[in-house]
């Protein structure tokens, strides 16, 4: 399994990205995906994610500006930034959880991609 983000870039405080994440690889079931963000000197901490079913569970920061959604069919997670801050400047990571046919769990990494919000 692999996941490749894009999306990110620079943008003023107020402003909108759209992230991307699409996954390939095969695997028995994905259970969530969503994105991690690692801001300099600080832990990598949950923004969004979602379930397979679509349940969502978000960070508080991020709460009423930023959506996660997710495209089964097309194996793509989303995440759309709205309100930017720049305390929202990081390196964002799409994240995956998978389940093999065994039941083993497994997590998944992408690249990272930079956002960065100017004040």
């Known amino acids: 399994v692999q996941l490749q983000a894009s999306g990110g870039g620079l943008v003023q405080a107020g402003g909108s990205l759209r992230l991307s994440c699409a996954r390939s690889?095969?695997?028995?079931?994905?259970?969530?995906m969503g994105w991690y963000r690692q801001a300099p000197g600080k832990q990598r901490e949950l923004v969004a994610v979602?379930?397979?079913?679509?349940?969502?569970n978000y960070a508080d920061s991020v709460k009423g500006r930023f959506t996660v959604s997710r495209d089964n069919r097309e194996n793509t997670v989303y995440l759309q930034m709205n309100s930017l801050k720049p305390e929202d400047t990081a390196v964002y990571y799409c994240?995956?959880?998978?389940?093999?046919?065994?039941?083993?769990?497994?997590?998944?990494w992408g690249q990272g991609t930079q956002v960065t919000v100017s004040s």
């Open positions: 994240y995956a959880e998978g389940q093999y046919y065994s039941g083993q769990i497994y997590n998944y």
């Open positions: 979602i379930s397979s079913g679509g349940s969502t």
């Open positions: 690889g095969s695997i028995y079931k994905i259970n969530v």
